[in-house]
């Protein structure tokens, strides 16, 4: 069995801790059992994981570790004639050049080019048409985007590798001696050529990129203060204004009186969720609240008051998330969704029929420093939906179904949760 890119797997903590103690429960039975010591099981992943887990061995403590070394330019060319692409050694060696020996980024070109059936290499202008294909790479939406995006997130949160990242640029044909950790980890993300602590950048891609990237950091603080762009040559106040700039990105993506998710977060969340669902074969649930008779709450008790009824309204979602991949947000008015990958219907049941007890329960005896008596109650209708989304469905249809579920709780008398799950005729009500 063979189970790829499982680092992907961390960024879902508890399945984690689920799944890896598997790996070790059948190592030990394979030593015992004969038929487990016929199975085999090959694990991938990318060593950029140490950066974010900070640590700095394997997190797999058996099995035999391997490390997949970067391609040689006679890898190239027999990786290129397996593909049926009858290049040269002066375009293996530009790819070599650019891309820095990096196996998946050269596999990753190399499928392209046979894909693209216009872009051929092979005639005297190929120097041009791959300097031109390399510098259109740099845009957001290229085959490379994943990986680079993936690098610069990481980068742009560790002091030490933005600080060296710096140093490469500033001239990336010289060796440049780094703390050990520092020198490892870009190692580690693949950037870098190694020997001891001595690194040098091994793309001129890379290159091309991180400076692109840099030049619009650099642009953004000085739209923010040019002023203070002087003062950020030294590296504490660099990275102060970085933190702004994610306090200014924070602002963009919440709602200003909940501190949830905004409706165009959400609205993005939703599509990065549903291809997720799609591409794993999980269940995606989407609950769709609405605080009930808020209209006659507000024009009773004012809008100050009705604001801190939003408020608590927020935490119980807050509270009901299950990790970061979870999406609580606030979609207008009194209006809130929550997404979650759900593996059965009575996952999604439980969970919408604990947000409704919970906001039922909330305690308002004092809202905005006001002692309210007798204590007023609220209570919540909710429209869940569960699909296992599939190729070619419209997630719209899935939002479409949330809100008429939703419609039904209300017209059934309120707080209540009306369910619709994909492929069955019935709706639940709880």
Same mark, same amino acid.
């Given at each position: 069995?063979?189970?790829?890119?499982?680092?992907?797997?961390?960024?879902?903590?508890?399945?984690?801790?689920?799944?890896?103690?598997?790996?070790?429960?059948?190592?030990?039975?394979?030593?015992?059992?004969?038929?487990?010591?016929?199975?085999?099981?090959?694990?991938?992943?990318?060593?950029?994981?140490?950066?974010?887990?900070?640590?700095?061995? =394997?997190?797999?403590?058996?099995?035999?570790?391997?490390?997949?070394?970067?391609?040689?330019?006679?890898? *190239? !060319?027999?990786?290129?004639? &397996?593909?049926?692409?009858?290049?040269?050694?002066?375009?293996?060696?530009?790819?070599? &050049?650019? #891309?820095?020996?990096?196996?998946? #980024?050269?596999?990753?070109?190399?499928?392209?080019?046979?894909?693209?059936?216009?872009?051929? *290499?092979?005639?005297?202008?190929?120097?041009? *048409?791959?300097? !031109?294909?390399?510098?259109?790479?740099?845009?957001?939406?290229?085959?490379?985007?994943?990986?680079?995006?993936?690098?610069?997130?990481?980068?742009?949160?560790?002091?030490?590798? $933005?600080?060296?990242?710096?140093?490469?640029?500033?001239?990336?044909?010289?060796?440049?001696? %780094?703390?050990?950790?520092?020198?490892?980890?870009?190692?580690?993300?693949?950037?870098?050529?190694?020997?001891?602590?001595?690194?040098?950048?091994?793309?001129?891609?890379?290159?091309?990129?991180?400076?692109?990237?840099?030049?619009?950091?650099?642009?953004?603080?000085?739209?923010?203060?040019?002023?203070?762009?002087?003062?950020?040559?030294? &590296?504490?106040?660099?990275?102060?204004?970085?933190?702004?700039?994610?306090?200014?990105?924070? !602002?963009?993506?919440?709602?200003? #009186?909940?501190?949830?998710?905004?409706?165009?977060?959400?609205?993005?969340?939703?599509?990065?969720?549903?291809?997720?669902?799609?591409?794993?074969?999980?269940?995606?649930?989407?609950? #769709?609240?609405?605080?009930?008779?808020?209209?006659?709450?507000?024009?009773?008790?004012? &809008?100050?008051?009705?604001?801190?009824?939003?408020?608590?309204?927020?935490?119980? %979602?807050?509270?009901?998330?299950?990790?970061? =991949?979870?999406?609580?947000?606030?979609?207008?008015?009194?209006?809130?969704?929550?997404?979650?990958?759900?593996?059965?219907?009575?996952?999604?049941?439980? %969970?919408?029929?604990?947000?409704?007890?919970?906001?039922?329960?909330?305690?308002?005896?004092?809202?905005?420093?006001?002692?309210? =008596?007798?204590?007023?109650? *609220?209570?919540?209708?909710?429209?869940?939906?569960?699909?296992?989304?599939?190729?070619?469905?419209?997630?719209?249809?899935?939002?479409?179904?949330?809100?008429?579920?939703?419609?039904?709780?209300? =017209?059934?008398?309120?707080?209540?949760?009306?369910?619709? $799950?994909?492929?069955?005729?019935?709706?639940?009500?709880?």
């Amino acid at each position: 069995m063979v189970i790829e890119n499982l680092d992907c797997l961390f960024a879902y903590s508890n399945t984690a801790r689920e799944v890896l103690p598997l790996f070790r429960t059948w190592y030990e039975d394979a030593r015992r059992t004969p038929i487990w010591s016929k199975f085999n099981l090959i694990v991938t992943y990318a060593l950029e994981i140490y950066i974010t887990l900070d640590v700095q061995q =394997s997190p797999f403590n058996v099995g035999l570790p391997i490390t997949l070394e970067g391609f040689t330019i006679p890898n *190239i !060319l027999e990786l290129a004639k &397996h593909y049926q692409l009858p290049w040269n050694l002066e375009i293996a060696e530009y790819l070599y &050049h650019m #891309l820095g020996r990096h196996p998946h #980024l050269i596999r990753l070109t190399i499928e392209h080019f046979a894909s693209q059936k216009n872009l051929d *290499i092979t005639n005297q202008n190929w120097q041009n *048409i791959l300097a !031109l294909y390399f510098k259109n790479s740099l845009h957001n939406d290229s085959i490379y985007r994943g990986y680079f995006s993936r690098w610069w997130n990481i980068i742009s949160r560790h002091a030490n590798l $933005f600080d060296a990242l710096g140093q490469l640029l500033n001239d990336p044909a010289v060796s440049i001696e %780094l703390p050990a950790m520092t020198a490892y980890n870009l190692e580690y993300l693949g950037l870098v050529s190694r020997e001891g602590s001595t690194v040098m950048l091994r793309g001129e891609l890379y290159r091309q990129y991180f400076q692109a990237q840099v030049a619009q950091l650099e642009q953004l603080l000085t739209n923010l203060n040019e002023s203070s762009l002087q003062a950020a040559i030294n &590296h504490e106040r660099l990275q102060q204004l970085e933190q702004e700039n994610f306090e200014l990105r924070s !602002l963009a993506e919440r709602d200003g #009186l909940t501190n949830l998710y905004n409706r165009r977060s959400f609205d993005a969340i939703f599509a990065a969720r549903w291809q997720a669902a799609q591409a794993e074969g999980q269940g995606l649930m989407l609950l #769709l609240c609405d605080v009930d008779f808020f209209k006659r709450f507000n024009d009773t008790y004012g &809008h100050d008051v009705g604001d801190e009824v939003l408020k608590k309204v927020a935490q119980v %979602l807050l509270c009901v998330k299950n990790d970061f =991949s979870d999406c609580a947000a606030r979609y207008g008015g009194e209006e809130f969704v929550l997404l979650r990958l759900v593996k059965d219907p009575p996952e999604a049941i439980a %969970l919408a029929e604990k947000i409704r007890l919970d906001v039922a329960a909330l305690d308002l005896s004092t809202l905005n420093n006001q002692k309210l =008596s007798p204590p007023p109650k *609220i209570t919540i209708s909710i429209g869940v939906v569960l699909y296992f989304p599939k190729l070619g469905q419209d997630r719209q249809a899935m939002f479409k179904k949330a809100d008429e579920m939703l419609y039904k709780a209300k =017209s059934n008398g309120r707080n209540q949760s009306c369910c619709h $799950f994909q492929d069955s005729p019935k709706e639940v009500w709880i």
